[in-house]
Protein backbone atom coordinates (compact mmCIF):
# COMPACT_ATOMS: atom_id res chain seq x y z
CA UNK A 1 0.00 0.00 0.00
CA UNK A 2 1.86 3.31 -1.05
CA UNK A 3 0.75 6.60 0.70
CA UNK A 4 2.62 9.52 -0.26
CA UNK A 5 2.55 14.09 1.03
CA UNK A 6 1.84 16.21 -1.64
CA UNK A 7 1.64 19.37 -0.75
CA UNK A 8 0.43 19.10 3.18
CA UNK A 9 -1.88 16.21 1.57
CA UNK A 10 -2.03 12.16 1.82
CA UNK A 11 -2.53 10.78 -1.61
CA UNK A 12 -3.12 7.16 -1.43
CA UNK A 13 -3.83 4.12 -3.85
CA UNK A 14 -6.33 2.83 -1.85
CA UNK A 15 -7.68 3.57 1.58
CA UNK A 16 -8.69 1.33 4.19
CA UNK A 17 -11.46 3.61 6.01
CA UNK A 18 -12.46 4.47 9.55
CA UNK A 19 -15.95 2.01 9.05
CA UNK A 20 -13.52 -1.07 7.86
CA UNK A 21 -10.95 -0.66 10.46
CA UNK A 22 -13.69 -1.14 13.35
CA UNK A 23 -14.87 -3.80 11.49
CA UNK A 24 -11.80 -5.69 11.44
CA UNK A 25 -11.16 -4.91 15.24
CA UNK A 26 -14.96 -5.95 16.31
CA UNK A 27 -13.76 -9.20 15.03
CA UNK A 28 -10.86 -9.67 16.89
CA UNK A 29 -12.37 -8.56 20.14
CA UNK A 30 -16.00 -8.95 19.27
CA UNK A 31 -17.04 -5.48 20.06
CA UNK A 32 -17.87 -3.02 17.03
CA UNK A 33 -17.00 0.79 18.12
CA UNK A 34 -18.62 2.26 14.90
CA UNK A 35 -17.20 6.25 14.12
CA UNK A 36 -19.61 9.26 13.94
CA UNK A 37 -19.70 11.34 11.06
CA UNK A 38 -17.98 14.26 12.82
CA UNK A 39 -15.59 11.42 14.35
CA UNK A 40 -14.56 9.91 10.62
CA UNK A 41 -13.56 13.45 9.09
CA UNK A 42 -11.15 13.84 11.70
CA UNK A 43 -10.17 10.00 11.15
CA UNK A 44 -10.16 10.05 7.62
CA UNK A 45 -8.45 13.51 6.90
CA UNK A 46 -6.48 13.75 4.38
CA UNK A 47 -4.79 16.98 5.75
CA UNK A 48 -1.17 16.41 6.55
CA UNK A 49 -0.19 19.56 8.54
CA UNK A 50 -1.48 21.52 11.50
CA UNK A 51 -4.64 20.67 12.82
CA UNK A 52 -6.92 21.80 16.01
CA UNK A 53 -9.84 19.97 17.00
CA UNK A 54 -12.32 21.68 19.49
CA UNK A 55 -13.45 18.67 21.47
CA UNK A 56 -15.92 19.53 24.04
CA UNK A 57 -16.34 17.19 27.62
CA UNK A 58 -17.65 13.75 27.29
CA UNK A 59 -17.12 13.81 23.25
CA UNK A 60 -14.74 11.16 22.93
CA UNK A 61 -11.87 12.43 21.91
CA UNK A 62 -9.53 10.12 23.09
CA UNK A 63 -10.67 7.35 20.86
CA UNK A 64 -11.04 9.71 17.97
CA UNK A 65 -7.26 10.48 18.17
CA UNK A 66 -6.76 6.44 18.58
CA UNK A 67 -8.58 6.06 15.60
CA UNK A 68 -6.49 8.25 13.90
CA UNK A 69 -3.45 6.87 14.76
CA UNK A 70 -4.78 3.46 13.14
CA UNK A 71 -5.77 4.85 9.82
CA UNK A 72 -2.59 6.73 9.76
CA UNK A 73 -0.73 3.27 10.55
CA UNK A 74 -2.92 0.99 8.05
CA UNK A 75 -2.98 2.86 5.46
CA UNK A 76 0.78 3.48 5.69
CA UNK A 77 1.31 7.23 5.86
CA UNK A 78 3.25 6.71 9.30
CA UNK A 79 4.98 3.74 11.43
CA UNK A 80 3.85 3.52 15.02
CA UNK A 81 7.28 4.52 16.25
CA UNK A 82 6.59 8.15 14.09
CA UNK A 83 4.02 9.48 16.55
CA UNK A 84 4.45 11.30 19.50
CA UNK A 85 1.48 11.92 21.86
CA UNK A 86 1.98 14.32 24.81
CA UNK A 87 -0.65 14.73 27.31
CA UNK A 88 -0.34 16.63 31.06
CA UNK A 89 -0.21 13.89 33.56
CA UNK A 90 1.19 10.73 34.01
CA UNK A 91 -2.30 9.25 34.50
CA UNK A 92 -3.57 11.03 31.31
CA UNK A 93 0.09 9.56 29.50
CA UNK A 94 -0.16 6.30 30.76
CA UNK A 95 -4.34 5.49 29.65
CA UNK A 96 -3.42 6.96 26.34
CA UNK A 97 -0.58 4.74 25.43
CA UNK A 98 -2.52 1.67 26.44
CA UNK A 99 -5.84 2.41 24.76
CA UNK A 100 -3.22 3.55 21.36
CA UNK A 101 -1.19 0.39 21.88
CA UNK A 102 -3.98 -2.00 22.42
CA UNK A 103 -5.92 -0.99 18.99
CA UNK A 104 -2.42 -1.70 17.27
CA UNK A 105 -2.35 -5.29 18.65
CA UNK A 106 -5.76 -5.70 17.75
CA UNK A 107 -5.07 -4.10 14.29
CA UNK A 108 -1.96 -6.41 13.46
CA UNK A 109 -4.34 -9.19 14.51
CA UNK A 110 -6.39 -8.07 12.11
CA UNK A 111 -3.53 -8.18 9.51
CA UNK A 112 -4.17 -4.66 8.62
CA UNK A 113 -0.88 -3.05 10.20
CA UNK A 114 1.60 -3.26 6.73
CA UNK A 115 4.44 -5.60 6.76
CA UNK A 116 8.47 -4.69 7.66
CA UNK A 117 10.92 -5.27 5.05
CA UNK A 118 12.21 -8.43 6.85
CA UNK A 119 8.90 -10.63 6.77
CA UNK A 120 10.08 -12.77 9.87
CA UNK A 121 10.00 -9.40 11.84
CA UNK A 122 6.82 -7.55 13.52
CA UNK A 123 6.31 -4.15 12.65
CA UNK A 124 6.90 -2.04 15.94
CA UNK A 125 3.93 -0.87 17.70
CA UNK A 126 5.36 1.14 20.03
CA UNK A 127 4.00 4.98 20.04
CA UNK A 128 6.00 7.20 22.53
CA UNK A 129 3.69 9.05 24.69
CA UNK A 130 4.58 10.80 27.77
CA UNK A 131 4.09 14.48 29.29
CA UNK A 132 4.81 18.00 28.59
CA UNK A 133 7.38 18.25 31.27
CA UNK A 134 8.90 14.80 30.57
CA UNK A 135 9.21 14.95 26.82
CA UNK A 136 11.14 18.44 27.75
CA UNK A 137 13.31 17.11 30.44
CA UNK A 138 14.03 14.66 27.80
CA UNK A 139 14.56 16.62 24.93
CA UNK A 140 17.28 19.16 27.31
CA UNK A 141 18.88 15.81 28.76
CA UNK A 142 19.81 14.96 24.91
CA UNK A 143 20.96 18.41 24.02
CA UNK A 144 21.32 20.43 27.31
CA UNK A 145 24.99 20.40 26.57
CA UNK A 146 24.77 22.96 24.07
CA UNK A 147 23.51 25.58 26.29
CA UNK A 148 26.01 24.26 29.32
CA UNK A 149 23.24 22.73 31.46
CA UNK A 150 23.74 19.74 33.87
CA UNK A 151 20.76 17.93 33.79
CA UNK A 152 22.15 14.58 35.29
CA UNK A 153 19.74 14.62 38.57
CA UNK A 154 16.67 14.41 38.72
CA UNK A 155 13.86 17.09 38.78
CA UNK A 156 13.73 18.96 42.22
CA UNK A 157 10.39 18.13 43.87
CA UNK A 158 8.16 20.78 45.71
CA UNK A 159 9.72 20.50 49.20
CA UNK A 160 13.33 19.96 47.98
CA UNK A 161 13.31 23.11 46.27
CA UNK A 162 11.29 25.10 49.01
CA UNK A 163 14.42 24.27 51.41
CA UNK A 164 16.94 25.40 48.73
CA UNK A 165 15.11 28.82 48.24
CA UNK A 166 14.69 29.02 52.02
CA UNK A 167 18.33 28.41 52.61
CA UNK A 168 19.30 30.95 49.72
CA UNK A 169 16.89 33.37 51.53
CA UNK A 170 18.31 33.15 54.56
CA UNK A 171 22.06 33.77 53.82
CA UNK A 172 21.01 37.36 52.88
CA UNK A 173 21.96 39.50 55.65
CA UNK A 174 21.35 43.35 53.61
CA UNK A 175 18.79 43.65 50.96
CA UNK A 176 18.52 47.22 49.19
CA UNK A 177 14.43 48.04 49.52
CA UNK A 178 13.04 47.12 53.31
CA UNK A 179 11.27 43.41 53.87
CA UNK A 180 7.65 43.58 55.27
CA UNK A 181 6.71 40.21 55.26
CA UNK A 182 7.64 37.27 57.25
CA UNK A 183 10.07 34.68 56.07
CA UNK A 184 8.12 31.92 55.04
CA UNK A 185 6.40 34.54 52.94
CA UNK A 186 9.34 35.53 51.44
CA UNK A 187 10.35 32.39 50.66
CA UNK A 188 7.06 31.31 48.28
CA UNK A 189 7.19 34.85 46.75
CA UNK A 190 10.91 34.54 45.62
CA UNK A 191 9.65 30.56 44.56
CA UNK A 192 6.76 32.08 42.70
CA UNK A 193 8.71 35.06 40.77
CA UNK A 194 11.51 32.79 39.79
CA UNK A 195 9.17 30.57 38.03
CA UNK A 196 7.42 33.42 36.48
CA UNK A 197 10.72 34.87 35.05
CA UNK A 198 11.23 31.31 33.97
CA UNK A 199 8.19 31.12 32.34
CA UNK A 200 7.70 34.02 30.21
CA UNK A 201 11.50 34.25 29.61
CA UNK A 202 12.21 37.38 31.26
CA UNK A 203 15.56 38.43 33.54
CA UNK A 204 15.91 39.96 36.47
CA UNK A 205 16.96 43.17 35.20
CA UNK A 206 14.00 43.42 32.99
CA UNK A 207 12.24 43.19 35.93
CA UNK A 208 13.88 45.41 38.28
CA UNK A 209 13.68 48.20 35.43
CA UNK A 210 10.22 47.54 35.40
CA UNK A 211 9.19 47.92 38.82
CA UNK A 212 11.47 51.03 39.49
CA UNK A 213 9.46 52.85 36.90
CA UNK A 214 6.28 52.06 38.01
CA UNK A 215 7.30 52.70 41.76
CA UNK A 216 8.02 56.56 40.49
CA UNK A 217 4.99 56.18 39.11
CA UNK A 218 3.14 55.03 42.20
CA UNK A 219 5.03 57.88 44.21
CA UNK A 220 4.11 60.67 41.38
CA UNK A 221 0.44 60.15 43.07
CA UNK A 222 -1.15 62.79 44.31
CA UNK A 223 -1.94 61.37 47.02
CA UNK A 224 0.87 59.24 48.17
CA UNK A 225 -0.53 58.61 52.25
CA UNK A 226 -3.93 57.00 50.21
CA UNK A 227 -3.85 53.68 52.29
CA UNK A 228 -4.43 51.37 48.80
CA UNK A 229 -1.25 53.57 46.85
CA UNK A 230 1.10 52.71 50.31
CA UNK A 231 0.07 49.03 50.30
CA UNK A 232 1.54 48.96 46.14
CA UNK A 233 4.58 51.04 46.85
CA UNK A 234 5.79 48.78 50.08
CA UNK A 235 4.89 45.65 47.39
CA UNK A 236 6.84 47.16 44.55
CA UNK A 237 9.86 47.64 47.07
CA UNK A 238 9.69 44.42 48.36
CA UNK A 239 9.58 42.89 45.02
CA UNK A 240 13.07 44.81 44.31
CA UNK A 241 14.55 43.72 47.58
CA UNK A 242 13.87 40.00 47.01
CA UNK A 243 14.98 40.40 43.18
CA UNK A 244 18.80 39.76 44.58
CA UNK A 245 17.62 36.46 45.63
CA UNK A 246 15.46 35.42 42.69
CA UNK A 247 18.91 36.00 40.95
CA UNK A 248 21.14 33.60 43.47
CA UNK A 249 18.56 31.06 42.96
CA UNK A 250 18.35 30.95 39.58
CA UNK A 251 22.07 30.98 39.35
CA UNK A 252 22.27 28.51 41.83
CA UNK A 253 20.11 25.82 40.47
CA UNK A 254 21.66 26.28 37.15
CA UNK A 255 25.40 25.79 38.20
CA UNK A 256 24.37 22.60 40.46
CA UNK A 257 21.77 21.31 37.62
CA UNK A 258 19.34 21.37 40.66
CA UNK A 259 16.49 22.06 37.86
CA UNK A 260 12.66 21.85 39.21
CA UNK A 261 9.78 20.60 36.28
CA UNK A 262 9.50 24.76 35.26
CA UNK A 263 13.24 25.33 34.89
CA UNK A 264 13.42 22.20 32.71
CA UNK A 265 10.24 23.35 30.09
CA UNK A 266 12.16 27.21 30.15
CA UNK A 267 15.18 25.75 29.59
CA UNK A 268 14.40 23.42 26.84
CA UNK A 269 12.13 26.34 25.17
CA UNK A 270 15.14 28.26 24.87
CA UNK A 271 17.51 25.41 24.00
CA UNK A 272 14.57 24.79 20.99
CA UNK A 273 14.45 28.22 20.03
CA UNK A 274 18.32 29.11 20.29
CA UNK A 275 19.56 24.82 18.34
CA UNK A 276 17.25 24.73 15.13
CA UNK A 277 19.14 21.59 14.71
CA UNK A 278 17.07 20.29 17.25
CA UNK A 279 13.72 21.07 15.55
CA UNK A 280 15.51 19.27 12.12
CA UNK A 281 16.34 15.96 14.96
CA UNK A 282 12.80 16.09 16.66
CA UNK A 283 10.86 16.30 13.54
CA UNK A 284 12.56 13.38 11.34
CA UNK A 285 11.70 11.20 14.92
CA UNK A 286 8.10 12.31 14.86
CA UNK A 287 6.04 12.96 11.61
CA UNK A 288 3.07 13.14 13.57
CA UNK A 289 2.41 14.90 16.69
CA UNK A 290 -0.60 14.95 18.81
CA UNK A 291 -0.86 17.42 21.78
CA UNK A 292 -3.48 16.83 24.02
CA UNK A 293 -5.00 19.13 26.25
CA UNK A 294 -3.65 21.75 24.49
CA UNK A 295 -6.01 24.54 26.16
CA UNK A 296 -3.67 23.97 29.39
CA UNK A 297 -0.61 24.48 27.91
CA UNK A 298 1.81 27.53 29.27
CA UNK A 299 3.24 29.96 27.34
CA UNK A 300 6.72 28.23 28.00
CA UNK A 301 5.30 24.94 26.68
CA UNK A 302 3.79 26.85 23.77
CA UNK A 303 6.94 28.38 22.93
CA UNK A 304 9.10 24.70 23.30
CA UNK A 305 6.37 23.16 21.38
CA UNK A 306 6.35 25.61 18.29
CA UNK A 307 10.06 26.18 17.98
CA UNK A 308 10.41 22.28 17.36
CA UNK A 309 7.03 21.41 15.01
CA UNK A 310 6.20 24.95 13.90
CA UNK A 311 6.43 25.78 10.14
CA UNK A 312 4.02 23.47 8.80
CA UNK A 313 4.51 19.78 10.26
CA UNK A 314 1.68 17.35 11.59
CA UNK A 315 0.89 18.58 14.78
CA UNK A 316 -2.44 18.19 15.73
CA UNK A 317 -3.86 20.18 19.20
CA UNK A 318 -7.30 19.00 20.81
CA UNK A 319 -8.51 20.84 23.54
CA UNK A 320 -12.17 22.85 24.73
CA UNK A 321 -11.49 26.27 26.10
CA UNK A 322 -14.61 25.86 28.23
CA UNK A 323 -12.14 23.10 30.52
CA UNK A 324 -9.08 25.81 30.58
CA UNK A 325 -8.39 25.04 34.38
CA UNK A 326 -4.62 25.99 34.66
CA UNK A 327 -4.90 29.70 34.25
CA UNK A 328 -3.50 30.55 37.69
CA UNK A 329 -0.33 29.03 36.23
CA UNK A 330 0.30 31.27 32.59
CA UNK A 331 -2.41 28.78 30.40
CA UNK A 332 -5.02 30.85 28.69
CA UNK A 333 -7.62 28.72 26.43
CA UNK A 334 -6.57 31.65 23.77
CA UNK A 335 -3.49 29.32 22.35
CA UNK A 336 -6.69 27.37 20.75
CA UNK A 337 -7.48 30.71 18.85
CA UNK A 338 -3.87 31.38 17.98
CA UNK A 339 -2.37 27.79 16.96
CA UNK A 340 -2.90 28.70 13.47
CA UNK A 341 -0.81 31.46 14.12
CA UNK A 342 2.11 29.85 16.41
CA UNK A 343 2.64 26.59 14.09
CA UNK A 344 2.36 28.05 10.35
CA UNK A 345 1.34 26.35 7.92
CA UNK A 346 -2.10 25.61 6.04
CA UNK A 347 -4.51 24.89 9.61
CA UNK A 348 -7.36 23.29 9.59
CA UNK A 349 -10.52 22.99 12.28
CA UNK A 350 -12.80 20.28 13.22
CA UNK A 351 -15.32 19.76 15.98
CA UNK A 352 -16.45 17.32 18.15
CA UNK A 353 -20.21 18.93 19.76
CA UNK A 354 -21.60 15.16 20.45
CA UNK A 355 -21.44 14.53 24.24
CA UNK A 356 -21.80 10.65 24.94
CA UNK A 357 -21.63 11.50 28.92
CA UNK A 358 -24.16 13.87 29.93
CA UNK A 359 -28.36 13.56 30.18
CA UNK A 360 -30.56 16.70 27.99
CA UNK A 361 -31.33 18.32 31.32
CA UNK A 362 -27.72 18.56 32.67
CA UNK A 363 -26.20 19.38 29.30
CA UNK A 364 -28.95 22.54 28.47
CA UNK A 365 -27.90 23.30 32.21
CA UNK A 366 -24.24 23.30 31.51
CA UNK A 367 -24.53 25.37 28.03
CA UNK A 368 -26.39 28.26 30.22
CA UNK A 369 -23.53 28.69 32.69
CA UNK A 370 -20.83 28.54 30.07
CA UNK A 371 -22.56 30.57 28.05
CA UNK A 372 -22.84 32.76 30.70
CA UNK A 373 -18.77 32.64 31.61
CA UNK A 374 -18.01 33.29 27.89
CA UNK A 375 -20.15 36.29 28.22
CA UNK A 376 -18.65 37.78 31.33
CA UNK A 377 -14.82 36.92 30.43
CA UNK A 378 -15.39 38.46 27.23
CA UNK A 379 -14.03 35.19 24.86
CA UNK A 380 -13.23 36.04 22.11
CA UNK A 381 -12.89 32.73 20.67
CA UNK A 382 -16.26 31.38 20.41
CA UNK A 383 -17.06 27.87 20.97
CA UNK A 384 -20.28 26.32 19.58
CA UNK A 385 -22.86 24.31 22.16
CA UNK A 386 -22.56 20.78 23.06
CA UNK A 387 -25.06 18.52 21.33
CA UNK A 388 -26.74 15.55 23.37
CA UNK A 389 -25.96 11.75 21.82
CA UNK A 390 -29.33 10.84 20.19
CA UNK A 391 -30.25 8.04 22.58
CA UNK A 392 -29.98 10.88 26.00
CA UNK A 393 -32.68 10.94 28.35
CA UNK A 394 -33.99 13.46 30.16
CA UNK A 395 -31.74 13.42 33.33
CA UNK A 396 -32.22 14.16 37.00
CA UNK A 397 -30.75 17.62 37.86
CA UNK A 398 -31.54 18.47 41.54
CA UNK A 399 -30.10 21.70 43.65
CA UNK A 400 -30.59 22.20 47.41
CA UNK A 401 -29.66 24.16 50.12
CA UNK A 402 -28.41 23.27 53.63
CA UNK A 403 -27.54 24.93 57.14
CA UNK A 404 -24.53 23.28 57.53
CA UNK A 405 -21.95 21.37 55.73
CA UNK A 406 -22.98 17.86 57.65
CA UNK A 407 -26.22 18.49 56.65
CA UNK A 408 -25.58 18.57 53.23
CA UNK A 409 -23.15 15.56 53.14
CA UNK A 410 -26.35 13.74 54.84
CA UNK A 411 -28.04 14.90 52.15
CA UNK A 412 -25.86 13.44 49.60
CA UNK A 413 -25.20 10.01 51.23
CA UNK A 414 -29.00 9.82 51.85
CA UNK A 415 -29.82 10.57 48.14
CA UNK A 416 -26.59 8.09 46.99
CA UNK A 417 -27.45 5.59 49.07
CA UNK A 418 -31.24 5.11 47.60
CA UNK A 419 -29.72 4.64 44.20
CA UNK A 420 -27.33 2.43 45.32
CA UNK A 421 -29.60 -0.12 47.51
CA UNK A 422 -31.72 -0.22 44.36
CA UNK A 423 -29.43 -1.30 41.99
CA UNK A 424 -26.93 -3.73 44.21
CA UNK A 425 -28.93 -6.78 44.78
CA UNK A 426 -28.84 -10.35 43.51
CA UNK A 427 -31.30 -9.52 40.88
CA UNK A 428 -29.34 -6.57 39.44
CA UNK A 429 -26.51 -8.00 37.24
CA UNK A 430 -22.93 -6.94 37.58
CA UNK A 431 -22.08 -4.50 34.96
CA UNK A 432 -26.03 -2.83 35.31
CA UNK A 433 -24.87 -1.86 38.90
CA UNK A 434 -24.60 2.11 39.40
CA UNK A 435 -21.27 3.69 40.56
CA UNK A 436 -21.24 7.32 41.83
CA UNK A 437 -19.03 10.44 42.17
CA UNK A 438 -19.26 13.75 44.22
CA UNK A 439 -17.11 16.31 42.92
CA UNK A 440 -16.45 19.14 45.74
CA UNK A 441 -14.73 22.35 45.78
CA UNK A 442 -13.32 22.38 49.44
CA UNK A 443 -11.20 19.76 50.61
CA UNK A 444 -12.49 20.35 53.77
CA UNK A 445 -16.21 18.42 52.90
CA UNK A 446 -14.38 15.66 51.52
CA UNK A 447 -14.24 13.63 55.33
CA UNK A 448 -17.81 14.59 56.15
CA UNK A 449 -19.32 13.55 52.87
CA UNK A 450 -16.79 10.52 53.57
CA UNK A 451 -17.93 9.41 56.52
CA UNK A 452 -21.56 9.93 55.88
CA UNK A 453 -21.18 7.26 53.09
CA UNK A 454 -19.39 4.87 54.81
CA UNK A 455 -21.84 5.41 58.21
CA UNK A 456 -24.90 4.49 55.18
CA UNK A 457 -22.35 0.85 54.50
CA UNK A 458 -21.79 2.59 51.00
CA UNK A 459 -17.99 1.31 49.97
CA UNK A 460 -16.46 4.48 49.34
CA UNK A 461 -13.17 5.88 47.89
CA UNK A 462 -11.64 9.06 48.21
CA UNK A 463 -9.31 9.36 44.70
CA UNK A 464 -5.69 11.28 45.01
CA UNK A 465 -3.24 11.63 47.29
CA UNK A 466 -5.09 13.61 49.99
CA UNK A 467 -7.93 10.64 49.93
CA UNK A 468 -4.95 8.46 51.84
CA UNK A 469 -4.86 10.59 55.22
CA UNK A 470 -7.99 9.18 55.75
CA UNK A 471 -6.62 5.83 55.99
CA UNK A 472 -6.11 4.69 59.65
CA UNK A 473 -2.91 3.38 58.91
CA UNK A 474 -1.14 6.15 57.22
CA UNK A 475 -2.83 8.44 59.76
CA UNK A 476 -0.87 7.25 62.36
CA UNK A 477 2.04 7.31 60.61
CA UNK A 478 1.56 11.17 60.17
CA UNK A 479 0.65 11.30 63.69
CA UNK A 480 3.98 9.53 64.72
CA UNK A 481 6.23 11.90 61.84
CA UNK A 482 4.03 15.43 63.07
CA UNK A 483 5.17 14.25 66.53
CA UNK A 484 8.54 13.57 66.18
CA UNK A 485 8.87 16.63 64.40
CA UNK A 486 6.64 18.56 67.10
CA UNK A 487 6.98 17.04 70.64
CA UNK A 488 4.22 18.88 71.58
CA UNK A 489 2.14 17.66 69.15
CA UNK A 490 -1.30 16.72 71.72
CA UNK A 491 -3.71 15.67 69.01
CA UNK A 492 -0.85 13.01 67.37
CA UNK A 493 0.24 12.13 70.72
CA UNK A 494 -3.03 11.38 72.09
CA UNK A 495 -4.40 9.12 68.62
CA UNK A 496 -0.94 7.43 68.82
CA UNK A 497 -1.63 6.28 73.00
CA UNK A 498 -5.42 5.59 72.38
CA UNK A 499 -4.81 3.87 68.89
CA UNK A 500 -5.07 0.21 68.66
CA UNK A 501 -0.85 -0.27 69.01
CA UNK A 502 -0.69 0.89 72.59
CA UNK A 503 -4.54 1.33 73.41
CA UNK A 504 -4.07 3.24 76.46
CA UNK A 505 -7.20 3.86 78.23
CA UNK A 506 -8.21 7.21 80.45
CA UNK A 507 -6.64 5.87 83.63
CA UNK A 508 -3.31 4.78 82.09
CA UNK A 509 -2.98 8.60 80.19
CA UNK A 510 -3.76 9.93 83.78
CA UNK A 511 -1.17 8.25 85.20
CA UNK A 512 1.28 8.59 82.14
CA UNK A 513 1.00 12.39 82.37
CA UNK A 514 1.69 13.03 86.26
CA UNK A 515 4.35 11.07 85.64
CA UNK A 516 5.68 12.72 82.90
CA UNK A 517 5.05 16.04 84.91
CA UNK A 518 7.13 14.33 88.00
CA UNK A 519 9.93 13.44 85.65
CA UNK A 520 9.77 16.86 84.27
CA UNK A 521 10.16 18.78 87.88
CA UNK A 522 13.31 16.71 88.69
CA UNK A 523 15.06 16.51 85.72
CA UNK A 524 14.85 20.84 85.60
CA UNK A 525 16.67 20.72 89.35
CA UNK A 526 18.71 18.15 88.36
CA UNK A 527 20.10 19.88 85.30
CA UNK A 528 20.09 23.63 86.76
CA UNK A 529 22.40 21.97 89.78
CA UNK A 530 24.44 20.27 87.42
CA UNK A 531 24.93 23.96 85.85
CA UNK A 532 25.71 25.83 88.93
CA UNK A 533 28.47 22.69 89.90
CA UNK A 534 29.79 23.28 86.24
CA UNK A 535 29.98 27.21 86.76
CA UNK A 536 31.80 26.77 90.60
CA UNK A 537 34.45 23.82 89.18
CA UNK A 538 35.53 26.88 87.11
CA UNK A 539 36.89 23.42 84.51
CA UNK A 540 37.11 25.05 80.78
CA UNK A 541 37.41 21.46 79.73
CA UNK A 542 33.89 20.70 80.94
CA UNK A 543 32.51 24.46 79.65
CA UNK A 544 33.57 23.35 75.92
CA UNK A 545 32.23 19.83 75.98
CA UNK A 546 28.44 19.01 74.87
CA UNK A 547 27.97 18.24 78.33
CA UNK A 548 27.45 21.77 79.10
CA UNK A 549 25.95 22.90 76.02
CA UNK A 550 23.58 20.50 77.07
CA UNK A 551 23.08 21.82 80.37
CA UNK A 552 23.13 25.29 79.31
CA UNK A 553 20.24 24.72 76.52
CA UNK A 554 17.77 22.89 79.07
CA UNK A 555 18.54 25.50 81.98
CA UNK A 556 17.00 28.05 79.59
CA UNK A 557 14.13 26.21 78.48
CA UNK A 558 13.44 25.75 81.98
CA UNK A 559 14.00 29.56 82.64
CA UNK A 560 15.61 29.69 85.44
CA UNK A 561 17.66 32.38 86.69
CA UNK A 562 21.19 32.20 88.10
CA UNK A 563 23.25 34.55 89.97
CA UNK A 564 26.12 33.49 91.92
CA UNK A 565 29.13 35.60 93.25
CA UNK A 566 31.40 36.61 90.79
CA UNK A 567 34.60 35.32 93.07
CA UNK A 568 33.10 32.37 92.05
CA UNK A 569 33.27 32.37 88.59
CA UNK A 570 37.29 32.88 86.98
CA UNK A 571 37.58 35.70 84.52
CA UNK A 572 38.99 32.62 81.97
CA UNK A 573 35.31 30.96 82.42
CA UNK A 574 33.65 34.57 81.86
CA UNK A 575 36.06 34.78 78.38
CA UNK A 576 34.51 30.78 77.59
CA UNK A 577 31.26 31.64 78.14
CA UNK A 578 31.65 35.09 75.54
CA UNK A 579 33.35 32.88 73.12
CA UNK A 580 29.77 30.77 72.87
CA UNK A 581 28.49 32.29 69.47
CA UNK A 582 25.56 29.63 69.92
CA UNK A 583 24.46 31.76 73.51
CA UNK A 584 23.17 35.03 74.04
CA UNK A 585 24.44 36.24 77.35
CA UNK A 586 23.93 39.55 79.52
CA UNK A 587 27.22 40.27 81.83
CA UNK A 588 26.28 42.58 84.63
CA UNK A 589 28.35 43.69 87.16
CA UNK A 590 26.51 44.99 90.50
CA UNK A 591 29.74 47.17 91.49
CA UNK A 592 33.16 48.19 90.14
CA UNK A 593 35.19 45.57 91.55
CA UNK A 594 34.87 42.42 90.56
CA UNK A 595 35.91 40.75 93.38
CA UNK A 596 32.92 41.99 94.89
CA UNK A 597 30.37 42.01 92.29
CA UNK A 598 27.93 38.94 91.51
CA UNK A 599 27.47 37.77 87.77
CA UNK A 600 23.74 37.47 86.54
CA UNK A 601 23.43 34.98 83.48
CA UNK A 602 20.23 35.72 81.39
CA UNK A 603 19.18 33.71 78.38
CA UNK A 604 16.92 35.90 75.99
CA UNK A 605 16.64 33.79 72.41
CA UNK A 606 17.09 30.48 71.85
CA UNK A 607 20.58 28.86 71.27
CA UNK A 608 20.98 27.96 67.76
CA UNK A 609 23.06 24.38 67.45
CA UNK A 610 24.64 23.16 64.86
Known amino acids: ?105 QLRSAGLIP ?190 LAALFGGGHAVTAVGDPNQAIYGWRGASAETLSSFAETFGGNCKQFDLLTTWRNDQRILDFSNLIIDHIAQTANRSFAVSALRARPDAPAGNLSCGLYVTPADEAAAIADYIANLWNQSHNDETAAEDQLSFAVLVRVKSYIPLIEMALRDR ?62 LGRRTKSRRSDRLEQILESGSEEILDSNDFAGSIVMTWRCTRAISLPASAIPMSMLYCLQRRSWLALQLSVRCSSLQTSSVALGFFQPPVLC
Open 115 to 304: QSVDPTKYVDIAVDVSTYHSYAGKVLSEHGIRMGIDTDGEPLGEAAAWQLTYSIVNSFNEVDSPIYHKPDYIVEAVMALSGELGEHNASVSEVRSFLIDFAAQMQAVPEPSNEIVRSAIETISERIAILPMVEKLDQHRLETGQLTFNDQMSYAAKLAEGVPEISEIERAKYKVVLLDEYQDTSYSQVRF
Open 457 to 518: HIPTEVLGVGGLIHVPEIADIIALLRLVTYPDAGSALARLLVGPRLALGAQDIHALGKYSRE
Open 1 to 105: MAARIVNGLIELDSEITAHQIAKALAGVNGKLIEPTDEQCAIIQSRHFGPTVIIAGAGSGKTETMSQRVLWLVANGVVTPDQILGLTFTRKAAGELAVRIRKRLL
